[in-house]
């Protein structure tokens, strides 16, 4: 499907922002962005022999000690869980079903032998995230039988034998951080025999974690399968050396799963929720024992806000990339306020490659670095010098987005699609994408360089971007120019297609220029059909004029973030660039 067109929560505040938060420096050098590899594939072979010493040091004594009943198993405390549950789906668990992004499943129904649920849905269950949304309704006597039932439920299938996804390296840190915060959910009962079944699994979830969390696929489940470590180690008693040895390993994952701004590797923004929503529910484990988190976690999260938060609309909710769904601004609100770092949206990432442009209530994101690295995705999307750009409580223009959602509602065939270059707003050249997305779904060649220049000028923001993903194969680098006003009313652009250095000419390439619209948006073209009027239900009214090329209206569609497809509509340009290039220019303008 590589290149092929594709055919609510209510609205929350923005975030309330420090006025007093301490400045971030997100100035930016013009210059080349290189695709670099994370330092490590994790923690390096001098790293894994000395984990190994310290297992060893570490692992035989407390054993032994536990068989003499020294170290009881038990809870040292309940942690409390910084993010509230969504009272929803708790609801609906009440009523006898889990609902997970629009798709349910009947208790009565749930197979852990054999579930037939989406990967994500069965993520949802695995890890007990369900936990935080049955706590969020009624009281606990209300929600107890049904928590231990399904645990009990769980332990009989699972509890002795590993097996994935249950015994995922993250799913089983979930587990360990969800058990933990909702024990009063699942430790009522006073059947002894299924206590100690409860306990004795959070132990053996903790001793895998000890041997796998290093040998776990780079970014975000790396890293939450290191803090499930840490949280255990704070968690039971005797967990001292696990602490040493926990950190130790959290501390290096964290240096290679972040670039220095602060986004994460893989570059999706559902991954830096993940990221930030754990290591907040780390600190809260600290908190529980009375003792200070550690620095460097300290550290990670300062960082990782500010870059969450530049990835915002002015509605406060997520854009579109990498996979990632529109999250809601309630729940992204929700997870930054449970980091308690109060900071500003990072408004240029040098390494994680998002730009943001800010005039009133219009912003501008951008995609101005090439994509993620094979190894650290999964649903890595050839979306290079793609944007989006919102007017309020507006989206104008957007990606596709929720390749990483793949579901009931978002078929794998449909989620390739939601990954390459056509569902996304820029363009695209000979049908192809920027960076190929192969067979088996891994992210191939393309994109290697992006050089970026932001400059602020007396008649707006300016950034231009190029990148080199068609250079080989069609011998053409594609430039694009975004100039935003200073009252937000006026967003023009430029499109160029230059001739590639030391590369041989290839002859006349067709071009589509794609601008995905809102939800809200129907578009109809102008008598010249050079532009089109964007008409929003109760909105302001816009329109985008073209210099070049045919200009259409087509179908489209757009994911919102319970991973639920809706019918949208895009504007397409088309024309034919020859070997030595083509310039089109092109303007969205608030009219009324």
Known sequence: MEGRPLTSAPAVPPLDLADDAPPIDDSIEPGKRLIRLPADKGLSLGDRVANAITRLTWRTPLHAFRLKGRFPLKLLGVPADPVPGDTRA????????????????????????ALTVAPTFADYLHSFAWL???????????????????????????????????????????????????????LSSSDLVY????????????????????????GTGQMVA??????????????????????????????TSFYADGGNISRSPQAQLDAVMALAMLAKVYDMRRMEVPPFVQEVLTRAVPALLGLLHSDGGMGSWQGSGATSAA????????????????????????????ANKVVLLADAAPPPIARVTEAGCASTLAFELSDGDERIVVNCGGAALTGATIPA?????????????????????????????????????????????????????????????????HRRLLILSPNGRELRGEDMLLPAPRTRRKGDKGFALRFHLGRHISASLTADKLGALLRINGGPLWQFRTSEGALDVEQSLWVDGEGRPHPTEQLVVTGT????????????????
């Open 90 to 113: 708790g609801t609906a668990i009440r009523a006898g079903h889990f609902l997970h992004r629009g798709l349910k499943l009947p208790l009565g129904e749930l197979d852990f032998a």
């Open 132 to 186: 935080r949304d049955l706590a969020a309704t009624g009281t606990r006597v209300d929600g107890a039988p049904i928590a231990e039932a399904v645990v009990r439920h769980w332990l009989g299938v699972h509890g002795e034998t590993v097996s994935e996804p249950a015994w995922k390296a993250d799913n089983t840190a979930w587990r360990i951080l969800f058990w933990a915060a909702h024990a009063p959910l699942i």
């Open 195 to 218: 206590r100690s079944a409860v306990l004795n699994h959070l132990a053996r979830a903790a001793r895998h974690l000890d041997r796998v969390a290093d040998k776990t696929r780079p």
């Open 226 to 255: 290191w803090i499930g470590i840490v949280a255990a180690s704070l968690l039971m008693p005797g967990g001292e050396p696990r602490q040493i040895f926990g950190e130790a390993g959290l501390r290096k994952v964290l240096e």
């Open 331 to 358: 729940h992204v609100q929700a997870i930054v306020a449970a980091s308690g770092v109060r900071t500003r949206p990072l408004k240029q990432a040098r390494d994680w490659g998002y730009q943001r442009l800010v």
């Open 413 to 477: 065939d449909l989620a390739r699609g939601l990954r390459t270059t056509a569902a996304h707003s820029t363009l695209i050249l000979a049908d192809t994408n920027s960076t190929a997305i192969l067979a088996n779904g891994s992210l191939g060649k393309g994109v290697t360089e992006v050089e970026l220049d932001r400059r602020e000028t007396p008649q707006g923001s300016r950034v231009e971007m190029s990148h080199d993903g068609y250079a080989r194969r069609h011998g053409l680098i």
């Open 577 to 592: 660039a020859p070997a030595g290039g083509a310039s089109i220019g092109w303007i969205f303008k608030h009219i009324g």
